[in-house]
């Protein structure tokens, strides 16, 4: 087999490339020696001679080790003094440089360390601090606001109590103030700055004894005004005017106070003032249709009914010319971009109740709850559906009237539009009315 010489190309039988591959495995090796010196058939193998090939190499390897130490042994040691005396200067070196590092840490340390501890103290009691400042300015702001409310409340009841007038004025002051308030407690996130208010004894007062009542006590008051709208025909120009006033101070502040935390600005529209309005048509539209349907199985009584029905829908009227007057206020809680869809609060209403004018919605929902009870008076025949089967062009032309005239302004409020109601056409509401109950009746 080919030798590779140790060193000196001294020859060597050693195969010293098969021993430093890589892939070298003894037991290969092994077995390589066992088949290459015995035939595989014998039986027991015979593995002395293996075995001293094994034990010759390693001797041989020892010699070549042996010579090696021998033939090198003084550059060996010299070359390990080299190493040694180079560790130590390395040492010495390092020795100096790790003293002055230590000293400059300890020189750190003691400037910028420990005083940046102490700044950060300083740092931290400073911010808290500026929290306990701010969170005091805020109390205050919201103690003068509850204070101011209290005074602003204080007038409309005063008035209320001695004259037996309200300030109705007051009601849109008061509104305003509160929603200054809210735009303080409603900013609870960390940073703003109502954060940390809730916690504060005399702010949970302030809304349980001031804020919440008065709040309460304005809405009340503006949904009574909104209730208890109503101009007479016999009216004067100066109580059609003081009307209009206290209703501009009641729907004002009804649209300031309805709710606006957790909705899209967007989205938002005037909840309180909507609820109200409506709850007014509608109550109006339920007593209308109530004295109608009465008065169709008691004819002589028409005339009564029809002209409280002509009442109810001319203060419809006078609240739509009002409504159409109001432009819409300025809400401090919401974009300006978001106030600028709906120029009036009649735009609010219409929206709201998906129709194109109040007097329209109030006579065509009237008119579609009457069918239903001529309809009942015909079923149940008797002298009653006999009586208003024969009288029923009268019925037609009385209804008729009662349209047209509701329909129009009371003369408390006829100034108030540049074009009069008179001129408007309400042929449709007319021939709708009429269709409800005439068309009813049959032959």
Known sequence: MTTSPPVDDEPSYIDYETFLDPGFSPASFANTLVVATNNPNDTPLDLSTPLSRVLFDAQEIDSHIDVLTTRSA??????????????????????????????????????????????????????????????????????????????????????????????????????????????????????????????????????????????????????????????????????????????????????????????????????????????????????????????????????????????????????ETILESIKTPSHPLLPASSQQTQTNLLQHLLAHLETGSLPSFFWRTMASSLANRVQDIVNRGGVVARTLRTHKATVGDAIKHAVVKGSQLPNALSGAKGKSRADSNWDREVAVMVGSVVNNLGR
């Open 74 to 319: 003084v550059p060996l040691l010299q070359y390990t003094q080299h190493q040694s005396q180079a560790s130590k200067h390395i040492i010495t070196e390092l020795d100096g440089q790790i003293k002055s590092l230590n000293d400059s840490y300890r020189q750190l340390e003691k400037e910028v360390i420990n005083k940046h501890a102490e700044a950060d103290e300083v740092r931290q009691v400073a911010l808290r601090l500026w929290e306990t400042l701010r969170l005091g300015r805020s109390v205050g702001r919201c103690l003068q606001l509850g204070r101011q409310l209290e005074i602003q409340h204080s007038e409309l009841e005063l008035v209320s109590g001695s004259s037996g007038k309200e300030d109705h004025r007051a009601l849109v002051r008061c509104s305003y103030t509160i929603i200054s308030l809210r735009e303080i407690l409603d900013r609870k996130a960390q940073g703003e700055e109502g954060y940390g208010l809730q916690r504060v004894d005399a702010i949970r007062s302030l809304q349980d004894t001031v804020t919440t009542p008065i709040e309460r006590s304005v809405r009340e008051t503006s949904e009574r005004i909104v209730r208890e709208f109503s101009i007479p025909t016999t009216a004067t120009f100066t109580q059609g005017e003081d009307a209009k006033a206290k209703m501009l101070s009641a729907l004002t502040a009804l649209y300031l106070l309805s709710p606006t935390l957790g909705l899209r600005a967007d989205k938002w529209v005037p909840r309180t003032l909507l609820q109200s309005l409506e709850t007014y048509i509608r109550s109006a539209l339920q007593a209308s249709i109530t004295a109608l349907s009465r008065s169709l199985g008691q004819l002589p009584s028409l005339d009564k009914a029809l002209a409280e029905v002509t009442a109810r829908c001319q203060n419809i009227v006078s609240l």
